[in-house]
C-alpha cells in the first residue's frame, strides 16, 4: 500500500501543546557529481509534544525563512503530514515514520471571553 499523500494528522489530538525546542539540521540538495551543495532543501526542527510526551522532529521546506523562536515558545503546525520510509533488510523492512509540514508558526493566544472583557469594563448605573 502506498499513501503517496502521506497520512493526514489531527494535530491538537495528535501532538497536543508544541513547544519550539530548536533547529535540528539542514539538508542540502546534492549535485549532480554527489558532492553536497550549499542549497537547502528543507529544515527540521525539534518540538516537544505533550501529546506524544517526548521531542518530535518535523521539517519544513527550505523556502519557509529560517526558525528563530524563543525556546518553549508555544508553536503550532501547518498542514501537517505523517509518512514512513522503508529499508529492506534480510529480517523484512526496518520502517521510519517522519512528520513534514508547510511551516511551523507561532501560537495565537486565544483572546479574552466576551464575558471577561465584559466584566473588566465599568459598569454604569441606570437612568
Known sequence: MRLAEGIVIDKDKTFGALKFSALRR????????????DEIKERTYDLKSRGQG???QVSIPAAIPLKEYDYNAEVELVNP???TVATATFRGADVD??????????KKKQSLSRSTSQQAQPQTKGK
Open 26 to 37: 539542514e539538508v542540502r540538495v546534492n549535485n549532480e557529481d554527489g558532492t553536497v551543495s
Open 54 to 56: 517526548q521531542m518530535i
Open 81 to 83: 503530514v505523517a509518512n
Open 97 to 106: 515514520w517522519y512528520i513534514k509540514a508547510e511551516d511551523i508558526v507561532l
